[in-house]
């Protein structure tokens, strides 16, 4: 038996971001990729990166929380029979994931993968509102990239906050 081959992806990239170190777009369609894995033979993503203040409103508009976060997962509306391959928008702060990847002392690469895979989880239909969803969405995370030779981002930020304490 073949093994299916992975998906054709499209990726819509805007970079509304300054001052930022925003990693090759051939690297933000791999980690993409990655995520979507074998669940779909198209993929059409609109990624936007974004500075603080477009994150704050953003997240203020639809999530009624106006404050910065890492990434916004907006999944496309369309009628299932239509069979598109748009999977919707994601939004990612670079000054936020910039931060946090220093804040919990992880390769900059390494939480952008994390971000963009959580990001696409989410466009897929994954969430993490009840404590049994985030752990099968976090198990997911954690074995995506262990496929990209990255740690598990949760022992990481465990290990940082320990510190921290310490």
């Given at each position: 038996?073949?093994?299916r081959?992975?998906?054709k ?14 990693p090759?777009?051939?690297l ?12 779909r ?8 990166i ?7 409103e953003?997240?203020?508009?639809y ?18 029979e ?36 959580h ?7 994954f ?8 752990e ?16 598990n ?14």
């Amino acid at each position: 038996m073949r093994a299916r081959a992975a998906a054709k992806l499209r990726l819509d990239l805007q970079d509304a971001s300054s001052g930022c170190e925003i990693p090759a777009q051939s690297l933000l369609k791999l980690w993409v990729r990655a995520a979507i894995g074998t669940q779909r033979r198209q993929a059409e993503i609109s990624l936007r990166i974004v500075d603080e203040a477009e994150m704050i409103e953003l997240n203020g508009r639809y999530r009624d929380k106006p404050q910065p976060t890492n990434v916004l997962s907006f999944p496309a509306d369309l009628p299932p029979e239509l069979k598109l391959p748009h999977l919707g928008d994601i939004v990612a702060c670079a000054a936020v994931i910039e931060r946090e990847a220093r804040e919990q002392h992880k390769a900059l690469d390494d939480h952008w993968a994390h971000m963009l895979i959580h990001g696409t989880l989410h466009l897929l239909g994954f969430d993490h509102i009840e404590p049994s969803e985030a752990e099968v969405m976090e198990g997911l995370e954690i074995d995506i990239l262990k496929t990209l030779n990255i740690a598990n981002p949760y022992l990481a930020a465990e290990t940082a906050a320990q510190t921290r304490t310490a």
